[in-house]
Every structure is written in C-alpha cells, then in structure tokens.
C-alpha cells in the first residue's frame, strides 16, 4: 500500500533558525526556559506560557516537533500501542475510507458515515484517509493492528471482525475533535465469548431498543447478545408453528430478522434461549395437559411433564423452527430450575417420571437421568442445525447413568441450588464454562430475593472471568476453560423499571465487564478515571 508524500517542512525564512532542545527556546542574545509542545493537529504550540522571544524561534524553526505520544483512552482498553512522533490523525474534508477488500464495505461504509468521511471503495490510500485491509496472518480474526503514520490511518487484521474493533477504537480517539495519537496499536480480545443477555419474556422490549443496545455492545466490543424469550411469563417472538402459544406484546419475525441483521453487522452473534423443562408457562397456558403434576395431582409451576412425547415434540417443533429465524452458532437451551427435581423425593412425588425413566434406562434409571436425557435429545436436535449449545449448570446433575453431552458448555451462575457444584468440578471434567456469575453479572429487575443491582465499580475493582461463584476465583490453570462471561437482565419484577432505566442502570455495569473479558491485565485506570472516561466518551 502506499504511504504518500510526507509534507514538506516550511521554506525557510531569512531569520537565523532557532535551537529547540531540551525543552529551552535559544533565541539571539537570550535563553529562555520554556517547553514547547506541539499538538497533533494544528501545529500551534501548547503548555507553559512562552516569551515573544520564543515564539518568535519557534515560528523560525524549519522543522515542527511533536511529543512522543500516548496511548489512546478507550473502553476497553488496548492491549498494545508503540508510541511515535507525529500530528496523528483527525477526520477531515476531503477525508475517505478506502478497503482492499469489497468485504469490508459494510465495515468502511460504517465508520465513513460515524466520521463524515466519504467511501471511496477499493482505490489507492492518500494522506487524510483510513485505510481498512485484510491480511493473511494466523493470528485470532477478532485482533488488529491500527497504524497512525504519514497523516493517514491504517487498519489490518486477518477477519472482518478484528477490522471492526479497530473502527471503534478509531471512533471512541477521535470522538468530541479527539485526535487519534501516532503509533501503533496491536490489540485483542482476552476472551472469545463477550455477551449481554436480555431476558425478554417476563417483560416486553421494543425492537428499537434492542436495536440501540445493539449499537452500544458493538461499540464496546461485545460479541453476543443473548435473547431468553420463553418463560412462564410470556413468549415473545412471533411463532408460525405454534402461535396459540405467543404473548399479545411480542417481536414480530421481521422485527427478530432486522435485530439479527444489525447485530451481525456489529459482529455480534444473537444467541436465542427457548428454556425448557422449566420456565414453560407460556406453553402450558396454551397445553395444560402438558404440565407436570405430582402424585396428587398437584400442577408443578412452569413445567412440563417430560415422561410425555407431546411435550418434547412441541419444545422440538419451536427449536426446528427457530433455527431458521436465528442463523447465529449458538443456542441456550436452559435446563435450569427444573421443579421435579428440587424436592425431597423425586421418583416418589413424581411417579410417571420414574417409571418413565427406568423404561428408557433400567431398574436404575432416575428422574435426573430423565431429565438428563431430555436435555441431550434437545441438543441433538440444535446439533442437527449446526449449533453448538449451552445449558444452566443447575440442568447438569451429578451421578446417574446418563451424563450432560460433553459439548454442551455450561453457563455457570449459580451455586445455590440443590446439590449445587462448585465451578471447579465442571472444569476438572474437562468441561467448557461460560462466567454468568449471578453475583456479580445479573441485574434482576426489583432485586428480589437476595439480588442487588450490580455496580461498574464492583465489576471492574473484584470481578475476573476466572470468578465464577461467589467472589472467589478459580485456580488459574482452568483460565482456557472459560471461554468468556455475559452480563445479563432478568425482569423477575418488570414493572420495576422501564426500558430507559434499564439502559441506565446497566450503562456501567457493560463498561466494567466489557473491560475484563477484553484485557486479563489490572486496568491503568482508577474507577474514578474509568467512568469519567466513560462519561466523555458517552
């Protein structure tokens, strides 16, 4: 690619040049003690107060000298950034965005527009552009290198994904006639899952502010955005196979479509939670016979009675359905809180779960076996679309004759259940974890129960992805085995807030938790210094 024409140094006028070194002006006949700091962008001194004398030997210099710069304030972080002398770079008139690869339009054509630059295509770089580009390297596709040289700026990564966090890094150095400093930055994300889940069936979010979060996760860097859209609640997203059972507030498929579109325009996979055999109260409203009822004939709250075929096969026709709406690699499929199983004696409070159970799998078949078996077959039917999916850890049960999948990963956010697991027997396992941890990352809309709404500041001074019950971490050794965390809103009472306090309430909170999944490093920044940033930023 080629780097232009470095601008010419002024003609010289006949005046004797003045010596700038050391921070001292020396003019003819006078030392003046002053610094001298040129800004990156309009090439008129800056700092401590300076003599006519100086300015005068300044204005004679042939050459501008420009401070090492720093590394730029952004959220999150850089990792990496290798200071140089120079103007840096600012948006201008006349200022393009260039590719050298037609994929990266949507990317150019993005950025172009935030920065009101023009989108030039495919065409050579010249000084005041942004140049986007692809390069073949075998490093991580979300990674990127961004260069600020020669009055232009250069952004390579080898994914598409990697190229648009170097446009938000560009935006958040230039935003409010920010410059963006000359130097190098080389960053990457600490962690691949970085996730905001909204639980969207105990209460309705209107399309556009999904959208608006979206917009705001992108920026951050985020990568996920889950959508539980199935409790007893409600179902809110509209059903072609099964609309008796849809909520009167809902998100139509066309809505779902343009959420998905937007998103994957901002890297972001939106990952759909049907929760099942819980949390199906909605689906029960529209089949009572499918609920589960105990041996006095006692309905179970939100249930279903899995020794039934009909109940899987309307949770299957939903999944089969649904995988068409949602084109993303992932999917939720619950498995949490299943009532059958928190009382004292499953296989004799619920009769035709045992039976049930010892027909599929013998004299020593359980009821957790059965619900075991149910959470498999869910997965077999995602695995048949290509997804990879995820469960609660309170849907993996300790002993039995059948175990959880061994490609389900585990959403860990609780250690409160019955017989709860600490983390470390699922990752001793082998297994994969992703960091949900409900005392830290869930923001439960009227605090019920023991829930406060969590801060920014605790997030980002005692969370760590490795902290994943509790406030203790993990051993270090199982870092590799947790692939990311994901902050997440439940609406248990969702009159509590409306959607313009969620947004705020959550604001910080996404900051904080953007900031430890992309650098494992202590932050620089004091939290004092890091909402103040994040507050100029906005």
């Known amino acids: 690619m080629s780097t232009g024409r470095r601008r010419r140094a002024p003609v010289r006028s006949g005046r004797r040049p003045a010596a700038i070194a050391a921070g001292a002006v020396v003019a003819t006949g006078a030392v003046v003690a002053a610094v001298v700091l040129w800004p990156s962008g309009d090439g008129e001194p800056t700092g401590a107060s300076v003599s006519s004398a100086s300015r005068s030997a300044a204005a004679a210099s042939p050459t501008r000298t420009y401070p090492l710069s720093q590394a730029p304030r952004t959220i999150p972080a850089v990792r990496e950034h290798t200071p140089a002398r120079g103007p840096g770079w600012r948006p201008a008139a006349g200022g393009r965005v260039v590719v050298d690869d037609a994929g990266l339009a949507d990317e150019g054509k993005l950025i172009a527009g935030e920065l009101k630059l023009s989108y030039a295509g495919r065409t050579q770089a010249r000084d005041g552009d942004v140049e986007l580009g692809l390069n073949d390297t075998a490093a991580d596709p979300e990674s990127y290198t961004l260069t600020v040289k ?7 990564a080898p994914g598409q994904a990697g190229v648009f966090y170097g446009t938000r890094t560009l935006k958040q150095e230039v935003h409010g006639g920010g410059t963006a400093p000359e130097g190098v930055v080389r960053d990457r994300p600490a962690k691949p899952r970085r996730g905001f889940m909204l639980d969207i069936a105990r209460k309705h979010f209107t399309a556009a502010w999904i959208e608006d979060r ?40 066309t ?8 998103a994957e325009s901002r890297h972001i996979h939106v990952v759909p939670e049907i929760d099942s055999p819980g949390h199906l109260g909605a689906v029960i409203a529209a089949h009572p016979d499918l609920q589960l009822r105990n041996a006095s004939g006692v309905p179970t709250r939100g249930a279903v009675d899995i020794s039934k075929p009909a109940a899987a096969g309307i949770v299957d026709d939903l999944l089969n359905e649904y995988a068409g709406l949602f084109p993303g690699p992932y999917w939720h499929l619950g498995g949490d809180e299943y009532q059958a199983l928190t009382v004292a004696n499953p296989a004799a409070s619920y009769p035709q779960l045992a039976a049930a ?14 619900t075991t078996g149910w959470l498999n077959d869910r997965a077999a039917v995602v695995r048949g679309h290509d997804r990879t999916s995820r469960a609660w850890n309170d849907g993996f049960f300790r002993g039995g004759s059948v175990q959880a999948a061994k490609d389900i990963e585990v959403a860990y956010w609780t250690g409160k259940e019955i017989g709860a697991r600490p983390p470390a027997e699922y990752l001793s396992a082998g297994r994969e974890l992703i960091n949900y941890n409900d005392e830290f990352l869930y923001y439960v809309l009227g605090e019920p129960q023991t829930f406060v709404y969590p801060t920014g500041q605790r997030i980002y001074e005692q969370w760590t992805p490795l902290v994943l019950r509790g406030t203790t971490p993990v051993p270090s050794r199982y870092d590799g085995q947790i692939l990311g965390g994901s902050f997440a809103v439940w609406c248990d009472l969702a009159g509590s807030q409306t959607q313009d306090q969620v947004a705020a309430g959550i604001r910080m909170p996404l900051r904080a938790t953007i900031q430890k999944l992309w650098d494992p490093g202590r932050p620089d920044l004091s939290w004092t210094g890091f909402k103040s940033l ?4 906005g």
Do not use: C, M, W, Y
């Open 150 to 156: 020669n009055r232009r700026v250069t952004i390579s």
């Open 214 to 253: 979206v917009r705001e996760l992108g920026d951050l860097k985020f990568n996920e955005l889950g959508l539980h859209f199935s409790d007893d609640q409600g179902f809110r997203i509209q059903s072609d196979t099964h609309p008796e059972i849809v909520s009167r507030q809902h998100l139509s498929k």
């Open 255 to 262: 809505e779902v479509k343009d959420i998905i579109d937007l």
């Open 357 to 370: 159970a010892r027909k599929l799998f013998g004299a020593g078949g359980s009821v957790a076996d059965l």
């Open 534 to 537: 994040a507050d100029r930023l």
